[in-house]
């Protein structure tokens, strides 16, 4: 994990937050590197999930709601974590994190269990009083159970059909940690997927298990390695307030097992909490029966920072390269992206920084950043250049050398077979969108 860290600081993916003054525990900064990848996650994630379907719509809902919202979820009153607190160093501990009655740091007496609301607090204006608190959201779902009539009635959606919603959350964590996998702001993709109320429980069996699956391709797609993720059933009696089932999927972190994403059956208990304490009538009117009634929900839930902590594990590799001398190799760290969410796509790398090559090389450059993420780099030799982009998971790198004047050629170099071709310039467009499709 250290070296996951360590490189990730190092090649601008990932930063300490606030780090000049000497940082905020837990809080991380995306890099330039880290911010492409972090987009083009949540881009491929739109595309499959909402601009590939033709039953699903995005929103984005406001962060702060009206707190009446996260009464009727049940958030005030439930959402909390059992804490515990040593005697001795005064550390605090989520109960179901830590074995027995003693302190992980100094082996002193913990305390009974009390229960913590999550919810981060602040103050609408200028006054800071009760009437004017609200929460951060901890989870986009809630905008998306509030807009159920609006975003209905204003797309003309017939069940089953589904919203999305991509945006940051927030939860005052007892225990954050693990790098990025758990912080008290962080990143959510969540699907609210609306059903008419199931006459069985095949109806909505069918429907979760197809988002299961669609989940376990998802991963596949953006390079989570598919033999470290896992299922768990959540059992009964640790299902949250509003689930029937919850699995949860889970990742070999290099910390262990825990908690990827999560796909719940909320039955209609948020629109149901919401028509009650609204005074609202948030059912749905069967076209067909003429019938109003309060549709059921699958939640698929997705966090994004843990999705760019399961790639980089996932697609980080260690393997040897030929050097410039004849049969020797080097360690090359490769890390092994699919080029979809490469934040860099394609190298552009002339031979010599010289004005005859380096000219034509940066309008060849300039001419695929249309289409592709580019990165021109004239600087050092091109072996530390080809490790370079290996090392920040560059599908391909496009050389010019003084030949390529001649016979308007270039050379394009594979990231992961390091083979090298050579392709006209005319050509390469084709080429590239053979190999990006
Ligand atoms: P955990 O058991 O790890 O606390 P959870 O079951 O409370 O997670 P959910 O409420 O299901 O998590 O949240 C949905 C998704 O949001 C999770 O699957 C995870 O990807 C992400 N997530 C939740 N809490 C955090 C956090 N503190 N930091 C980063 N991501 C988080």
Redesign the pocket.
Known sequence: MEQLVAFAKRRGFIFPGSEIYGGLANSWDYGPLGTELRRAIKDAWWKRFVQGRGDMVGVETALLMNPKVWEASGHLATFNDPLVECAKCKERFRADHVEGTVCPNCAGKLSEARQFNLMMKTFLGPVEDAANAVYFRP?TAQGMFVNFKNVQTSSRRRLPFGMAQVGK?F?N?IT?GNF?????E?E?M?IEYFIAPPKSDKDWQKVFEHWLADMHAWCVEVGIDAKRVHELEVPKDEL?HYSKRTV?LEFDYPFGR?????I?YRTDFDLKNHMEKSGEDLRYLDPETNEKVLPHVIEP???V???VLAVLASCYDEDKAPTAEEGESEARVVLRLPKKIAPVQIAVLPLSKKIELSGPCQELAQSLRGQYRVEYDETQSIGKRYRRQDEIGTPYCVTMDFDSLEDKKVTVRDRDTMSQERVAIADLSAYLTERFA
């Open positions: 989870e959350a939860r964590e954050p990025i996998f758990r912080t008290r962080f959510q969540e949250a949860d825990k908690e990827l994403y999560g719940a839930t997705f966090g920072d843990r999705t």
